[in-house]
């Protein structure tokens, strides 16, 4: 059985030696552990302290990639390389080691494909009360959107089977943290999590700028994956709620017509109104048919996709 602990890294040269000197080097069941950077177009000396602490393999880039594109090209390195599991971690040392034989124990049990780290948020220090209350609210929603019962969706510390990293597809540049939860809901993924610990803050976190700016880009990222994933439900929500408020409209329009002598006089407007939502309602709806076959057609291409990665990762593993 063979563990690659993989690490996306930008700039990580103060943090990295810390982090990697956190991770264990040995697991019962199993028999290989691994390390793997993704150094995503660092300039300063990260590959040199990867290097110079250990670190069997590096992924690089020329130029910085964002967050989400190193993880995937992490987990393709990775499969290349033959791992059995992948754990994903920060270069910041915020997840602590220690905590890697609980995240990968419900994989080795066979009890789940993916395992997310719970981060013990409300004892979190160096996170404020807003930041808290939008975490949890963001799992609130990835929660449903996904049909899982993660607590945690932002969390970075995770484990995949080899099974779940063969399907992983993400298409979103800001992270992978929520894309991957909603996906593996839609692919019937075994997926659970553990209570971890998190380490002191070394350093900020440099995925957002402000708070503002974390809230809109996983707003988006959320809505994005929901389209993606769950078109047919997202499409026709919208397109109920437009049709249903035309037809009130109409039936508004209706009561006056008919019960209130010259009542439709000066209501032209509002039964105009009416048609316009009802016919926006029924286009949506449409779309949401459309949406749902291409959704289709994406399955048959990820599936194309995986096939390709297990033949590609058992000839190179």
């Not at 066979?110 to 975490?135: C, N, W, Y």
């Not at 499409?235 to 009130?248: Q, R």
């Not at 449409?286 to 390709?308: H, M, P, S, T």
């Given at each position: 059985?063979?563990?690659?602990?993989?690490?996306?890294?930008?700039?990580?040269?103060?943090?990295?030696?810390?982090?990697?000197?956190?991770?264990?080097?040995?697991?019962?069941?199993?028999?290989?552990?691994?390390?793997?950077?993704?150094?995503?177009?660092?300039?300063?000396?990260?590959?040199?302290?990867?290097?110079?602490?250990?670190?069997?393999?590096?992924?690089?880039?020329?130029?910085?990639?964002?967050?989400?594109?190193?993880?995937?090209?992490?987990?393709?390195?990775?499969?290349?390389?033959?791992?059995?599991?992948?754990?994903?971690?920060?270069?910041?040392?915020?997840?602590?080691?220690?905590?890697?034989?609980?995240?990968?124990?419900?994989?080795?049990?066979?009890?789940?494909?993916?395992?997310?780290?719970?981060?013990?948020?409300?004892?979190?220090?160096?996170?404020?009360?807003?930041?808290?209350?939008?975490?949890?609210?963001?799992?609130?929603?990835?929660?449903?959107?996904?049909?899982?019962?993660?607590?945690?969706?932002?969390?970075?510390?995770?484990?995949?089977?080899?099974?779940?990293?063969?399907?992983?597809?993400?298409?979103?540049?800001?992270?992978?943290?929520?894309?991957?939860?909603?996906?593996?809901?839609?692919?019937?993924?075994?997926?659970?999590?553990?209570?971890?610990?998190?380490?002191?803050?070394?350093?900020?976190?440099?995925?957002?700028?402000?708070?503002?700016?974390?809230?809109?880009?996983?707003?988006?990222?959320?809505?994005?994956?929901f389209m993606m994933y769950r078109p047919l439900q997202?499409?026709?929500?919208?397109?109920?709620?437009?049709?249903?408020?035309?037809?009130?409209?109409?039936?508004?329009?209706?009561?006056?017509?008919?019960?209130v002598p010259g009542g439709g006089n000066g209501h032209?407007?509002?039964?105009?109104?009416?048609?316009?939502?009802?016919?926006?309602?029924?286009?949506?709806?449409?779309?949401?048919?459309?949406?749902?076959?291409?959704?289709?057609?994406?399955?048959?291409?990820?599936?194309?996709?995986?096939?390709?990665?297990?033949?590609?990762s058992e000839q190179k593993a």
């Open positions: 059985m063979k563990l690659i602990i993989q690490i996306p890294c930008y700039n990580e040269e103060q943090t990295l030696k810390a982090t990697l000197d956190d991770l264990p080097r040995s697991i019962e069941g199993i028999d290989i552990i691994e390390t793997l950077i993704i150094n995503d177009g660092s300039m300063d000396r990260t590959v040199e302290v990867a290097k110079e602490n250990g670190v069997d393999h590096v992924v690089s880039f020329r130029r910085n990639r964002g967050l989400a594109r190193g993880f995937m090209a992490g987990i393709d390195a990775c499969l290349r390389l033959g791992a059995d599991i992948i754990v994903n971690t920060d270069a910041d040392n915020q997840y602590s080691g220690a905590d890697i034989p609980t995240l990968v124990r419900p994989i080795l049990d066979g009890q789940a494909d993916m395992v997310i780290g719970e981060r013990p948020i409300s004892e979190t220090a160096h996170f404020s009360p807003l930041k808290k209350k939008l975490q949890k609210l963001g799992s609130s929603v990835v929660r449903l959107a996904s049909g899982t019962d993660i607590p945690d969706a932002p969390s970075g510390f995770r484990a995949y089977s080899r099974n779940a990293a063969l399907q992983l597809n993400v298409v979103n540049e800001y992270t992978y943290t929520l894309e991957t939860i909603i996906q593996a809901g839609r692919n019937k993924i075994a997926i659970t999590s553990v209570p971890i610990h998190t380490n002191p803050e070394l350093r900020k976190s440099r995925l957002f700028g402000s708070m503002f700016g974390y809230v809109k880009k996983s707003s988006i990222t959320i809505i994005r994956a997202f499409f026709c929500s919208i397109g109920a709620i437009l049709f249903f408020a035309g037809f009130a409209l109409g039936i508004r329009f209706l009561v006056y017509f008919f019960a032209i407007q509002s039964l105009i109104l009416a048609s316009v939502l009802m016919m926006l309602g029924f286009q949506t709806f449409i779309v949401g048919l459309q949406a749902d076959i291409i959704a289709a057609n994406r399955k048959l291409l990820e599936d194309v996709q995986r096939r390709i990665r297990e033949m590609t």
